[in-house]
């Protein structure tokens, strides 16, 4: 099937619910747009395993605070089309912001805690307008399975917080983070840096790697873990460090002195005015290592 381009919920109602009654599989991906190789990654997936396999492009207002860069977010809705035709995908979703959230539009959808650490905390609002537009995707394109990428890992354990709390009929799977060949995980608004922005972001995967470096030699001690990831950045005039914080898994929580159990390390900070997030997730060999994330995050 060719790709569909609708941006109406109307179009996408005439269209998934028959094909949903005919016992099909809706695999969804939900994108901000700008999409890359990351983005790809998630519609080759929803690809292998479902039989439709629906895209949303939507740069979501409700997940903005005022000062950010909603207007300025990259808007590159031909090329995205062209990767979404070279991966499969039968529909894409390009709404309005009216389409998503009609006039009069009042409710919201808060999942505590999760979302009021790490980037809930600089970004306050952020993980509402997240779980609500997500929430309302959920109900535009009724997903047997929905994929989102550990680059973004809060949102992915935000999302599945609401899932299980509410009862939705839909799995939420993770996919692992894409990464260029100098290393940085890709992200729509590396569009931004510079090349000296560019360079001086590299030592973000470089510290992140130290710490797994660290926990995969044996270290369990919190600080130890975290001390030369945090030298490394502070050498970086140019970044501007919000977090880089070690949390558990699947809930957030601080860790003591000493790791014990599921967790991962957080970064998110400015070069120049882009702001980058990545993570490492540091699960032992004794608990499964990496194979076993899936089992720790949800
Ligand atoms: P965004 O368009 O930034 O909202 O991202 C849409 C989805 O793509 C989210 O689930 C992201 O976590 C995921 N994603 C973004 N960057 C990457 C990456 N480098 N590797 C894998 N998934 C990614």
Redesign the pocket.
């Known amino acids: 099937m060719s790709l569909l381009v609708f941006q109406s919920v109307q179009e996408i109602k005439n269209h998934l619910p028959g094909l949903k009654s005919l016992g099909k599989t809706i695999g969804f991906v ?4 700008a999409l890359h190789e ?2 790809a ?2 519609l080759r997936a929803a690809r292998r395993e479902n039989d439709i396999v629906v895209l949303s492009i939507f740069v979501n207002p409700t997940q903005f605070g005022a000062n950010e860069d909603l207007t300025k977010y990259p808007r590159t809705l031909e090329k995205d089309l062209e990767i979404a035709r070279s991966a499969g995908v039968d529909i894409a979703f390009v709404p309005t912001p009216e389409e998503v959230f009609p006039k009069g539009w009042r409710s919201y959808i808060e999942i505590e805690e999760l979302s009021s650490v790490l980037c809930g905390k600089f970004r306050p609002g952020h993980f509402r307008g997240v779980a609500t537009v997500v929430y309302r995707l959920f109900q535009i394109t009724i997903p047997t399975r929905a994929y ?2 550990r ?2 890992l809060q ?1 992915v354990l935000v999302l599945k917080r609401m899932v299980q709390d509410l009862g939705l009929p839909v799995t939420v799977l993770s ?1 692992k ?2 990464t260029d060949p100098d290393g940085l ?4 608004r590396n569009l931004f840096l510079s090349s000296e922005e560019r360079k001086t972001s590299l030592v973000i995967p470089r510290a992140l790697d130290s710490v797994v470096e660290k926990f995969h030699l044996g270290v369990v001690d919190h600080l130890d873990l975290i001390a030369k990831a945090k030298v490394e950045m502070a050498k970086e005039s140019e970044l501007k460090m919000q977090y880089l914080e070690i949390r558990s898994l699947p809930n957030l929580e601080k860790v003591g002195s000493k790791l014990v159990g599921p967790a991962a390390v957080f970064f998110a900070g400015f070069v120049g005015n882009t702001r980058l997030i990545d993570n490492r997730i540091l699960i032992s060999d004794s608990l499964g290592g990496d194979s076993a994330i899936d089992s720790f995050i949800f």
Do not use: I, R, V, Y
């Open positions: 939900p994108t901000m747009g990351g983005h990654s998630l989102f990428g680059k973004d949102q996919c983070t894409l995980a890709m992200s729509s």
